[in-house]
């Protein structure tokens, strides 16, 4: 019995198939992370709040407040992207998620009804239904 135990001792746990797809999970996720930079980036920005909608141009430098029902949330729009500066939600998950930089990005305060989408010089598919 110890014979057995030690021949099995210097080989590798993983098969061929194991090796396999760890080479196609990778491969997957290098053209997956290339693909994902491909997309153009944000020209403007559409901030929706539950009782109003505005779209503001990367461009242009600025701080703006949008007010939903919990209160005013702070939004800056700059060449670098959006971003939500401050909200009055409670867990601050907007905040956190700091600048969306590419064409389709969004940022979402729930509590506070608040969405940031960034817009594109072309409009792009998101979806296609039949």
Same mark, same amino acid.
């Given at each position: ?45 559409? $901030? ?79 979806? $296609?239904?039949?």
């Amino acid at each position: 019995m110890d014979s057995a135990l030690n021949s099995r001792a210097g080989r590798s746990p993983l098969t061929l198939a194991d090796w396999l797809l760890i080479a196609c999970l990778s491969a997957a996720t290098v053209v997956l992370m290339v693909a994902d930079y491909r997309v153009e980036p944000g020209q403007r920005v559409l $901030v929706q709040s539950a009782d109003d909608a505005r779209v503001y141009d990367l461009a242009d430098q600025a701080v703006h407040s949008v007010t939903g029902p919990l209160g005013v949330s702070q939004v800056e729009v700059g060449p670098q992207g959006v971003r939500m500066v401050s909200s009055p939600c409670r867990q601050q998950r907007c905040v956190l998620r700091r600048w969306a930089l590419r064409r389709g990005d969004a940022i979402v305060c729930v509590p506070n009804k608040v969405v940031l989408t960034l817009l594109g010089e072309h409009a792009g598919l998101d979806a $296609v239904v039949r």
